[in-house]
């Protein structure tokens, strides 16, 4: 009896239909594919830019007027039109103006008060920047010997406290390098300039999925974390984050939860044992940025919601949670493999290391790296151990090829002093300086209805800036799909009473006469000026993970788009059938309501076993948008088009369309209207294909 039970415990994994269903798993699939097939190419994709790398970079072209471009921040520039003077950069990152030869004194100096311009810029944009100073290929002035190396760091300190910045050493170290007088001793330093917590300045904030399996640790962890707690075993820090009571009872997570880690401009953890969610603004107004720990659900049944945190939430990194003396099974692939297909980094953190056996642990580390390795996947795992692998794991994490591993206890408290300098030191993974002079569009991902204020609607802030009483669009629409006028009363971020929320932001925002049975979860609010369009269809690149057989048009599977989770039929693709691996241009048409879908977005689908991913093209309403092939026209009068129709004509992309639901006609495409001209909304219901 034990030994049964024990074969459908810790070894459950090798049971024949837990392994039928492993073999089309999420990592399985994407591990499983090779250079050779075609979906391999939309999978890798390119990877992020480092923000602290490349931003600078723009950053050094703009500030290259008279004083040329650092080595180590980028190649050589022009000065702008019509400046007189012209730079030369050198291998020190200085800089020696034409027909001037300037003293080694001046150019350290003039490379100095170079870098130091770009270092504010690029902190008073960002919040805080990274940088290696006296590296080779790093921040100003290079070959430094330690009287130069401090003189640096002492000019670093005074231009970040007069921009209200601190400098926080982070480690120092010396190298050898090979210079014309033969081997010298370099000293270099690595160092963390962070904006300081301000009235009118927002903090940084970077937001982290917390996934893994079922009874792995992932409550329990951001529970220790947020509260600045150890667990007693017995579940005592995940009761303090869980929201319902079936979730206390049962001991899993079912729903999204989000938790703040506020941290200081000294990289000081400002959460303590009074840290509670409803008094949180209390710390985020002290903090210079803010990691938001989006607890997800672990359990097989739960799967739908944390795809949907993972899309909608929109989580600039993923946290893998492994129990030790589990190992890698079950929904933790799952959860892995829809991060690798949504091109989140991820990096992994084992737990309940204090109760697993040695030689059990180094099978889960093992199993691990082989799954990293694999051809699909293309990630070095990295164990980190000390403060200098986590300074390396947090510049490279970004770069979406390192995978950092922390062994980790909630009870004892081993490797959370990593973990908590990991998170201080992650890097926002998007430029979202840029995207705040866009014009405003808010995601919405979940609805409330507030006594004596209204109706609130939480979300994220995709582009733009937003503050009370800006005029927005509502959609698109619950009944008819159109867009219509809203306007913000308040908003609250983090709980803290704020003027305004920029893009990259998670905010709260109160509406002005709007019922809370005209929103939910899915509905956008944008600006006026992108004249918003709900569109029934939208082309998308996709690449096939795994499928059982081929697909054709009239195929249905669940897309998950950022905030949009509704089933879509295929309609049209440029091939007639598609197999696993294989990539293709498809037109999906949402079976439910129309959407707001942008082009660009990624988003992934599933039914059953099938798995696969995609990018948005374009929509029907796109003027870019060209149309239908030869080849969609003929796939779709194969497979997504009604023979036997009324009058005795076959449905054509250029019209109309009209078929949903095994050629149905959908009710809001019979009795819907064109496209008005009202100026205070954007109705389109009457679905169309892309013309």
Known sequence: MSRAHHSKGLHHNLHHTAAAADASGWVESISEM??????????????????????????????????????????????????????????????????????????????????????????????????????????????????????????????????????????????????????????????????????????????????????????????????????????????????????????????????NLCIDSQGNILNDGQFRNNNCGDYVKHASKVVTLVDLAGHEKYFRTTAYGLTGHMPDYACLIVGANMGVVGMCKEHLGVALALKVPVFFVITKVDICPEHVLKNTVQSLASILKKPGVRKKPYLVRGHDEVLTAARNITTDSLA??????????????????????????????????????????????????????????????????????????????SFKAASIKSIHYKRLPVGQVVAGQTAALALKKVKRAQVRKGMVLVDERLHPAASWEFDADIAILTHSTTIQPRYQAVIHCEIIRQAARVVAMDQER??????????????QRPEYVTAGTRFVFREGRTKGIGVVVGSEHDSGTTKPSKTEATAAAAGAVDHATSNGHAHKLNEPSALVNGGDVHPDAAAAPAVTADTTSATVVKPQSIS
Not at 82 to 97: E, H, P, R
Not at 429 to 456: M, N
Not at 578 to 591: E, H, I, K, N, P
Request: proline content about 4%; some cysteine; aromatic content about 4%.
């Open 404 to 481: 950092p591993i922390f062994l980790t206890s909630a009870v004892t408290g081993k490797g959370l002093d990593l973990v908590r300098m990991f998170y201080s030191l992650l890097p926002a993974r998007h430029r979202w300086v840029e995207a705040q002079a866009q014009a405003a569009e808010f995601i919405i991902d979940e609805t409330f209805g507030v006594p004596g204020v209204g109706t609130v609607v939480a979300g994220t802030v995709k582009r733009g800036v937003i503050s009370p009483n800006t005029p927005l669009l509502l959609g698109p629409d619950i009944g008819d799909g």
């Open 34 to 259: 090779t250079e050779e097939d075609p979906a391999t190419a939309l999978l890798v994709g390119s990877p992020p830019a480092n923000t602290s790398t490349s931003s600078m970079k723009h950053a050094a072209a703009v500030k290259a007027a008279a004083t040329g471009s650092s080595a180590g921040l980028a190649d050589s520039h022009s000065g702008p039109a019509g400046s007189a003077v012209t730079g030369k950069a050198n291998g020190l990152g200085g800089v020696s103006v034409e027909g001037t030869k300037l003293t080694p004194d001046q150019e350290f100096n003039a490379c100095l008060e170079h870098a130091l311009g770009v270092m504010m810029a690029e902190v008073t944009a960002v919040g805080e920047v990274m940088l290696e100073v006296g590296a080779p290929h790093g921040w100003g002035p290079t070959k430094l010997n330690q009287q130069q190396l401090q003189q640096v760091l002492g000019r670093m300190r005074a231009v970040a406290d007069a921009g209200e910045a601190d400098v926080l050493l982070l480690r120092e170290g010396s190298t050898q390098i090979a210079a014309e007088g033969g081997i010298v001793i370099a000293c270099s330093a690595d160092v963390a300039v962070r904006r300081r917590a301000g009235e009118g300045r927002s903090p940084m904030e970077v937001r982290v999925a917390v996934i893994g399996n079922v009874d792995s640790g992932k409550s329990t962890l951001v529970g220790v974390l947020t509260r600045s707690i150890l667990d007693d075993g017995r579940g005592l820090a995940r009761g303090k984050v869980f929201k319902h009571g079936h979730e206390q009872s049962t001991g899993r997570t079912s729903s999204i939860g989000q938790h």
């Open 578 to 591: 598609l197999r696993s691996g294989d990539r293709a241009c498809v037109r999906f048409r949402f079976l």
